[in-house]
């Protein structure tokens, strides 16, 4: 590799790995946000804790993040290149652009290499101990849920206000009973309580004394027309909170989507093994075409990562600017098209029949091809 070469596989490497890292970030943030910010400020989750799952989080990302921060590495560094005129430069000194480009195709991959083990190892992995850890972390102190001076909406079919709470004995409890079109069908007011934990049935038992009660008219909540029955109780019956949303039993079969290279063709070969009983043809062929979905798609995407380099090199030279937004933007334009593409054959796993599995292939190559053609035409001028 001469020292031309070195120059822009370094520019391009270290501007790919910086966009990489951008979007990992964005992407973990969304995650933080939806899944781990929550439980960290209610205290259901310790900072060790919290700190460990967001590291795992960052293997999960990265099989997105590799192809849209390779993308928009080669745009930039490209764009780059041909603002400063040095691509001017290397072809008035006889190189192709096909020439000029081999670093990045190197890059690339090596970034498919890097590609291929995130998403079928350290993907799978991470994914399946950060539910495991999530899991465990809030099995560990379930009455963490309840928290005082906030309404807690989480739970099916309750709103919850406690005034204060001291370790599992409440005060001043409010609870609101709901139908299935969130309408309030029963009132409980009560000055003191417990909580309690039934591992059994995953639900936090809530019992309540000294209660008054309201009773809504089941058909017709809203109708304000009709008396209340009230009334007045030194113990009401027990609420049981149910905790499956959080954490429900562990599952017999790992999602395919979490499972390494290893687990996926073996999960095939027990799938080919048994032979389907008459009637159930159809259910084996999908679940077949959904192994195969998963495998088609974790390739696919690891090779996303050359494709994105290779239609990104020139756009980058015709876009020809500085600005990282114009840059951005194509990225996310052509990733969000490449994503969209992807996402609607992935509703096609229970029609095996149209073949989803060599569809999604059909990104690629039309990245490749639309890459080719503009490469062709760059370097014709």
């Not at 031309?4 to 990992?24: E, G, N, P, Q, Y």
């Not at 430069?89 to 990045?104: C, H, T």
């Not at 204060?164 to 309030?184: A, F, H, N, T």
């Not at 959904?290 to 088609?296: D, N, W």
Request: aromatic residues 10%; positive net charge; contains cysteine.
């Amino acid at each position: 590799m001469n020292l031309l070469d070195r120059h822009i596989f370094k520019s391009i490497l270290t501007t790919c790995a910086a966009a990489v890292c951008l979007f990992a970030f964005v992407l973990m943030a969304g995650n933080i946000l939806r899944e781990l910010l929550g439980p960290l400020l209610a205290g259901q989750l310790r900072f060790v804790t919290f700190g460990r799952l967001v590291l795992l989080l960052l293997p999960v990302v990265m099989s997105y993040a590799l192809p849209l921060g390779t993308l928009t590495g080669v745009l930039l560094t490209f764009g780059r290149l041909s603002s400063d005129s040095e691509i001017t430069a290397m072809r008035a000194a006889g190189l192709g652009v096909p020439r000029i480009a081999m670093p990045v195709f190197a890059m690339a991959v090596l970034g498919v290499a890097v590609g291929l083990a995130v998403n079928f190892e350290s993907m799978p992995w991470a994914k399946v101990q950060y539910e495991k850890e999530l899991v465990s972390a809030m099995r560990a102190n379930p009455l963490s849920f309840i928290v005082p001076k906030k309404f807690i909406r989480e739970f099916p079919d309750y709103v919850i206000y406690v005034g204060s709470m001291k370790e599992s004995d409440l005060r001043d409890i409010w609870l609101w009973q709901l139908d299935e079109r969130r309408q309030v069908i029963r009132f409980i007011h009560a000055e003191s309580g417990r909580v309690d934990y039934d591992e059994v049935a995953n639900e936090l038992i809530v019992t309540l004394a000294k209660a008054r009660v309201e009773e809504h008219d089941r058909k017709k909540p809203e109708d304000f027309s009709q008396p209340l029955m009230v009334s007045s109780f030194g113990q009401v019956d027990p609420v049981r909170l149910s905790l499956a949303r959080f954490f429900g039993a562990p599952t017999v079969h790992q999602k395919t989507q979490w499972m390494t290279y290893g687990q996926l063709m073996a999960e095939k070969a027990r799938i080919e093994r048994d032979s389907p009983k008459p009637g159930t043809e159809k259910q084996h062929d999908r679940d077949l075409m959904k192994v195969a979905l998963t495998v088609q798609d974790k390739f696919s995407m690891a090779f996303a990562i050359f494709t994105f380099a290779f239609v990104g090199i020139p756009l980058g030279i015709k876009v020809s600017r500085r600005e990282t937004s114009a840059n951005l933007g194509i990225a996310v334009i052509l990733a969000l098209g490449y994503y969209f593409f992807t996402t609607m054959v992935g509703w096609l796993d229970q029609h095996p029949e149209y073949r989803p599995d060599l569809l999604l292939w059909a990104p690629n190559i039309f990245f490749l091809a639309l890459g080719a053609w503009l490469l062709r035409r760059l370097d014709r001028t």
